[in-house]
């Protein structure tokens, strides 16, 4: 192991999930620490959210976990904002509000999410970027509790975590909606893990299907359990015959899809087999109970299909109620922006769908490019967006206007299109016959998804304010409509100089304690590398399995992103039946080329040493 670091002090604007109290580092001294970067936005932080849980579930007398929080949008630095993520993400562990990132850079953060782990005399003994670590984690845990209960200075006990009071609310940060026949509404009731259907007037109680508690049982409506579900989606009435459901939830959290039956709210698993997808790319149809999802957050029915926002791998896929199979339909995994044939679409967390009135185009949400993008004639384009670190609120020519992270879409009967603008706290309409942005509603909270009644009204899911909201009569004409010019963002993360010409990328891997690289089906490595623009590359981009690649730097680009994706395959050492595991990383990394400048770039796809 390397030179031991003290880890530095614990400082930000607040603390949330501790009664009030100011943490240090020395108050949690004989404690195993996890300090958790993350931000609310990111669907890789949400993913180890869910992979800390069995952890300090397990280890609750000895590990502490601190979520420091690190944001990237602008909405996302309000205390307020901050304070409804944590409530909305089961956050059940300390959380630092550091707006200004000061912790990140302290402690040497270059991607969220990132994990420093701390032993119980205050030194870092590993960092780690990206998600799937737990089982790394666990070993390393293992190793620190012998190792300091030995020297005694190992103290077990209760953690400093103090839970809020639960509110009192009808719904907590529903999700999605769907109308269903007879005028009633169908509501992904998300922080409460069910469903909630409400009557015409959106505020009266139907019914519950769902218990309430997390989980992923199937059964009759008072007995299933869901997991933060998201999107709804009815099938057509011949499909739902033939499948035996009619509508299908998104359960994000359980990366399943689940059936429902309406008549008498039974539940039944159809996608999904409940791991989180961690595999390479292909085109092949599936049986649908038997692949891995992750993170599936919106669901549309379009072109015979049911098509799935899968958030978790910036892609789309669809799903054969009828077949019981299932695939994927549009992007590579790599998380950018990037139009053109749907296998070679780049997208970053899709999180709304919709469909227009004559079928034929898909609007999309790609909420990480603060972007509304469309699927028509086996193509992606993009409507409005700019890309991954270009944000605002800014009306005007589609070119030139600006989202902060949009979860929902809405199409309407005139070929425009509505804007669950989430982050901007609006309801935003593109118009492509005008190629115009407005904004037709602002000062909400956090909408999230948007819905067009029979009677033409549209309601707006407005998350953070748990409840449902009808847009004022008169917002969807020109009238109604306003034009902002606001503030632009962009987030700058520090670019990486390299030299034009020769450079070596190098993505190091170390296996977790206990596991040794697994060659039995091949190559346990591999890598792939592109470019934005392309033309940064002119040598070095494609798919191999050696995790180092030589490349070669346009040095008539200035600057650009590399785009790379490593994976690994591991089995469990010296153990009889051993284990398999697959660890995956996607990187972003902002380049600038400059003389006389780095000739290697070294990327961390799991380190245990700090």
């Not at 870092?124 to 509790?145: F, K, N, P, S």
């Not at 469909?355 to 409005?384: F, K, Q």
């Not at 206007?401 to 989430?422: K, M, N, R, Y």
């Not at 040598?539 to 994976?567: F, K, W």
Request: net charge negative; proline share 6%; charged share 20%.
């Amino acid at each position: 192991m390397s030179a031991r670091v003290r880890a530095p002090e614990l400082r930000g604007r607040g603390w949330l999930n501790t009664g009030g109290r100011e943490l240090k580092l020395s108050d949690l001294r004989g404690k195993i620490v996890i300090a958790d970067f993350w931000t609310f936005c990111c669907i890789n932080c949400l993913h180890v959210l869910d992979e800390l849980r069995p952890l300090e579930e397990k280890y609750g007398d000895v590990l502490v976990v601190i979520g420091v929080h690190s944001p990237k949008f602008e909405h996302e630095k309000d205390a307020d904002a901050l304070a409804a993520a944590v409530e909305r993400y089961g956050v059940h562990h300390p959380v630092l509000d550091d707006p200004e990132l000061g912790m990140w850079q302290q402690y040497a953060a270059r991607a969220w999410p990132t994990l420093s782990v701390i032993d119980p005399e205050g030194y870092v003994v590993a960092t780690m970027a990206g998600e799937g670590h737990a089982e790394g984690l666990a070993r390393l845990i293992d190793d620190l509790i012998v190792t300091h209960e030995a020297k005694g200075t190992l103290h077990r006990g209760e953690g400093p975590y103090v839970p809020p009071a639960e509110p009192e609310t009808t719904l907590r940060f529903p999700g999605k909606a769907v109308v269903l026949d007879g005028g009633n509404l169908l509501v992904s009731d998300s922080a409460r893990h069910s469903l909630v259907e409400l009557g015409p007037d959106g505020e009266t109680v139907v019914r519950r299907i769902g218990t309430g508690d997390r989980g992923r049982a199937d059964g009759p409506a008072a007995a299933a359990t869901f997991s933060e579900p998201q999107g709804l989606c009815l099938l057509p009435a011949h499909t739902a015959e033939v499948a035996g459901y009619d509508l299908v939830v998104a359960d994000t959290v359980n990366h399943l899809l689940r059936g429902v039956r309406l008549a008498t709210g039974e539940v039944v698993t159809v996608a999904g087999t409940g791991r989180q997808w961690r595999s390479a790319v292909d085109d092949h149809s599936h049986d649908a109970l038997s692949v891995d999802l992750s993170s599936p957050w919106d669901l549309a029915w379009y072109d015979d299909k049911l098509v799935i926002a899968m958030a978790g791998i910036h892609q789309l896929w669809w799903f054969d109620p009828i077949r019981r199979t299932a695939g994927m339909y549009a992007g590579t995994t790599v998380e950018a922006l990037r139009d053109g044939l749907l296998a070679e679409a780049w997208m970053a967390q899709p999180s709304g769908l919709s469909v227009s009135a004559d079928g034929a185009r898909l609007w999309v949400a790609d909420s990480e490019t603060s972007a509304i993008r469309y699927v028509e004639n086996d193509v992606m384009g993009t409507a409005v967006g700019q890309g991954l670190f270009d944000f605002g609120h800014v009306d005007g020519p589609a070119g030139e206007a600006l989202l902060q992270h949009p979860l929902g879409v809405c199409a309407l009967p005139d070929g425009s299109v509505l804007i669950a603008d989430t982050y901007n706290g609006a309801v935003r309409r593109f118009d492509p016959g005008t190629n115009q942005v407005s904004t037709v509603a602002d000062g909400l909270a956090e909408p999230s998804d948007l819905v067009l009644t029979p009677s033409g009204e549209v309601l707006v899911v407005e998350s953070a304010a748990h409840r449902l909201t009808r847009l004022a009569p008169g917002a969807l004409t020109a009238a109604g409509a306003s034009t902002v010019d606001g503030p632009r963002h962009r987030t700058e993360r520090k670019p990486t100089d390299v030299a034009a010409g020769e450079v070596v990328l190098d993505v190091i891997f170390t296996p977790a304690p206990g596991q040794k690289l697994d060659e039995t089906y091949g190559p346990s490595t591999r890598l792939v590398v592109s470019a934005s623009p392309p033309e940064l590359l002119v040598e070095g981009a494609g798919t191999g399995t050696d995790l180092s690649r030589r490349l070669v730097v346009n040095g008539d680009v200035t600057d650009g992103v590399l785009q790379v994706t490593a994976q690994a395959a591991t089995c469990d050492a010296d153990v009889e039946h051993a284990a398999c595991h697959l660890t995956r990383q996607d990187w972003g990394v902002p380049v600038r080329v400059v003389p006389d400048a780095a000739t290697r770039v070294p990327l961390v796809l799991r380190g245990l040493d700090a």
